[in-house]
């Protein structure tokens, strides 16, 4: 009966002795300031910081820095951006978006059309109809680089009347069209205008005062 004893309690610590005293396991958990830190409880039964410029862990297969480590990694003035749990080093860039999905902060004289048609015979829905010292501008909030637009002369226009339009980006020029009229002008297309991540875009309108150019299939993207 002793020598069984004996055996049981021989085994019972053979078992329970950990494989490696000298490195126990490391337990990662989080400070009420979210400060990564880590807990050894068979060796030091107590939270030590780790070095934040080189903070990192493993937990259940996924990676976690700290914001210093992550910080140390690129310039002081980069910015972070967290959307839908995806972190962004660095500007985001925007999307294509429609124009008239912009803000408009000073709409002039020009109006939004659901429906209209121009002097080829052709329907655009939601197209800008200006005339003559109208002009439209939009806050983009430097988002977007590049700017597209088609132009064509509405069919209620005169046929003798001329008029020009230009988009500035900024107070800058970016294009001015030729001048534009009922009969020669059927559609003119610009693609990758560069506006320059500007605050405010805007289009003028000059000319005589019985024709109207269309902008429609407006976006802005980069």
């Known amino acids: 009966m002793l020598i069984l004893i004996s055996l049981g309690i021989f085994l019972g610590i053979t078992l329970s002795k ?36 080189n903070s990192y862990a493993i937990i259940n297969g996924v990676n976690y820095y700290s914001e210093e480590f992550i910080s140390s990694l690129m310039p002081s003035a980069t910015s972070i951006t967290i959307k839908d749990s995806i972190m962004f080093l660095g500007k985001v860039i925007a999307d294509k ?6 803000r408009v902060v000073d709409e002039g004289e020009a109006s939004i059309s659901e429906n209209t048609t121009d002097a080829y015979g052709n ?10 010292e109208n002009n439209i501008v939009f806050s983009l909030d430097e988002k977007y680089s590049l700017l597209k637009l088609k132009i ?16 500035l ?12 009229d009922k009969i020669s002008t059927k559609e003119i297309e610009y693609k990758d205008l560069q506006i320059n991540n500007c605050t405010r875009l805007e289009i003028k309108c000059n000319g005589n005062w019985h024709i109207y150019p269309l902008i429609y299939d407006a976006e802005v993207y980069n």
């Open 18 to 53: 950990p494989n490696n005293p000298l490195e126990p396991p490391i337990h990662y958990s989080y400070s009420e300031d979210n400060d990564y830190k880590y807990v050894s409880v068979e060796k030091y039964n107590e939270d030590k910081n780790i070095n934040k410029n």
């Open 97 to 102: 978006a429609d124009l008239l999905s912009q």
């Open 123 to 132: 329907t655009h829905v939601n197209a800008i109809k200006m005339r003559n």
């Open 152 to 167: 064509a002369i509405d069919e209620s226009s005169a046929n003798d009347d001329q008029c020009k339009i230009t988009i």
């Open 169 to 180: 980006a900024d107070g800058k020029e970016v294009k001015t069209t030729p001048q534009l």
